[in-house]
């Protein structure tokens, strides 16, 4: 299987980084989008199967993986935590669309967490 050129967040994974990157926290989407791949890595690690993960939708913004993974360290995290997948971008686009669902949910049933709270 080819690995991911372009990585496109679904539209609700895309709406709940555009919140997270509006509390300021965030520089933009893309660094939101990297900090729910790992609380999804902490947080639900036996829970999602990256690799067969479905993603809902593709109506979120669209980035190239050289913007996403410049110096090619997430590539290199997700090669070292699955050690036998040969699509760490596919990896990636999962782990962060199901990360940016779950702090969504948490924000619907709690209001807007501090960033520390989700790094508890």
């Known amino acids: 299987m080819n690995d991911l050129v372009?990585?496109?967040?679904?539209?609700?994974?895309?709406?709940?980084?555009?919140r997270l990157v509006a509390t300021g926290k965030f520089e933009n989407v893309i660094t939101?989008?990297?900090f729910a791949l790992a609380y999804a890595l902490k947080n639900f690690f036996d829970e999602i199967?990256?690799?067969n993960y479905?993603?809902?939708?593709?109506?979120g913004n669209n980035y190239n993986i050289g913007t996403v993974d410049k110096d090619g360290t997430?590539?290199?995290?997700?090669?070292?935590?699955?050690?036998?997948?040969?699509?760490?971008?596919i990896y990636a686009r999962a782990l962060m669309i199901f990360g940016l669902q779950k702090i969504g949910e948490k924000i619907e049933a709690e209001g807007m967490p501090t960033v520390g709270s989700l790094c508890e």
Not at 54 to 59: E, K
Not at 77 to 82: I, R, S, T
């Open 6 to 18: 372009n990585l496109r967040l679904s539209k609700e994974a895309n709406d709940v980084a555009e």
């Open 32 to 34: 939101a989008a990297k």
């Open 49 to 51: 199967d990256p690799e």
């Open 54 to 59: 479905v993603v809902s939708d593709s109506g």
């Open 74 to 89: 997430l590539s290199a995290l997700l090669k070292a935590v699955y050690p036998d997948t040969s699509t760490p971008y």
